[in-house]
């Protein structure tokens, strides 16, 4: 902890050693039963500009479940956001922030929830922004594994995916904090790292972490967890593979988790997947106890009850974020604002 804290869930980054404690604790302690804090119902505005299934039911069922209430603020045809005769974000956010006390955001570009972040007071909960990060689904994948596993420090964990998708990013940044025994990417040998990413992994290396890679599902199969994904995730997010292709892109098969690769290594990895799944993980493979994947969605209501009852109390984070806007970080700019100040919010 450096003294500087942060209102906001923007990054994995904004986690240190002893949120993340605090965050995997009090879901541990709902998904067993205990009654959650109950402070008062909160309106909580749920602000998506993409498609999202258990991000934005997650928080809406986590918020239900805490007593409180959920409005959606999005730029619906309803809304006055974008239109010609209405309004910019920053009106559009000073209005909903007189009506809600706290915003879960999954933006299109990266650069637009750190600017609704700097434009109230009101806490904000990065949901996905376009190509950055997607901090509660790494709390959600490290909650998964230390339930089934336990320690996350005594695993090895294999990620088979793009390794600058949103959720890739956050989940080898919050590895940081519980460095496994071992980490492999699961990557086509022409596959480069982006620089944050390669930090990241240089980072889990001084921390006493085995770096490895292969080019194929398979030699990830002797790991204790696979988190995999497509290959392709960050062209399908951030719109660069249209929706017609998205649907009909076939996984290299290298890359693609079936039944069949499983049982002939009889290999009793857990798998993750932050889903939605594509061709990478086949059907066949659900029904094998190595799934781990709807547990995933089970598990990420009380981790998303976790972390909003902590924000609503007024607790703030470690506060690493400002690291977003050093060099390497995705310089998408938001086409609304296009003045991004070096600061991140930090009321
Ligand atoms: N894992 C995840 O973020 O899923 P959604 O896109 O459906 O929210």
């Known amino acids: 902890m450096t003294g500087f804290s942060v209102k906001d869930l923007l990054s994995a980054d904004d986690i240190d050693e002893a949120d993340l404690a605090d965050v995997l604790s009090r879901a541990a302690a709902i998904a067993d039963g205990a009654a959650p804090d109950k402070t008062g119902a909160k309106m909580i505005g749920l602000f998506f500009e993409q498609e999202s299934t258990r991000t934005r039911i997650g928080f809406d069922v986590a918020a239900s479940r805490l007593g409180h209430h959920v409005v959606d603020v999005s730029a619906s045809p309803g809304s006055r956001l974008g239109k010609a005769q209405g309004e910019d974000l920053e009106d559009h956010i000073r209005t909903i922030s007189e009506y809600c006390d706290l915003i879960v955001a999954r933006t299109q570009h990266v650069a637009t929830v750190e600017e609704m972040a700097r434009l109230t007071h009101l806490p904000v909960i990065n949901g996905g922004n ?62 480069k790292l982006s620089n944050v990413a390669a930090a990241v992994i240089d980072d889990l290396r001084q921390n006493g972490t085995i770096i490895d890679r292969v080019d194929n599902v398979e030699g990830a199969l002797n790991h204790d ?10 062209s399908i997010i951030s719109g660069r593979i249209g929706d017609t292709d998205a649907a009909q892109h ?3 098969e290298k890359f693609t988790l079936t039944a069949e690769k499983i049982l002939r290594l009889q290999s009793k990895t857990m798998i993750l997947n932050p889903l939605p799944r594509h061709s990478e993980t086949d059907k066949s493979c659900d029904s094998l106890p190595n799934a781990a994947y709807f547990e995933q969605v089970r598990l990420s209501v009380p981790i998303r009850m976790a972390v909003l009852s902590r924000m609503l109390a007024g607790r703030r984070w470690a506060g690493r974020s400002r690291l977003h806007l050093q060099p390497g970080w995705p310089a998408t700019s938001s086409p609304i604002s296009s003045s991004l100040s070096p600061s991140v919010s930090s009321s």
């Open 130 to 191: 376009g190509i950055g990060e997607h901090p509660t689904q790494a709390l959600v994948d490290l909650f998964t594994m230390q339930r089934r596993l336990g320690d996350v420090r005594q695993l090895s964990v294999a990620l088979s995916c793009d390794p600058t998708a949103r959720h890739a990013l956050s989940f080898m940044k919050l590895l940081r904090l519980c460095p496994p025994k071992r980490f492999t990417l699961c990557l086509a040998p022409e596959t």
């Open 225 to 234: 967890v696979l988190s995999i994904q497509t290959q392709n995730a960050s």
């Open 250 to 252: 076939v996984e290299d």
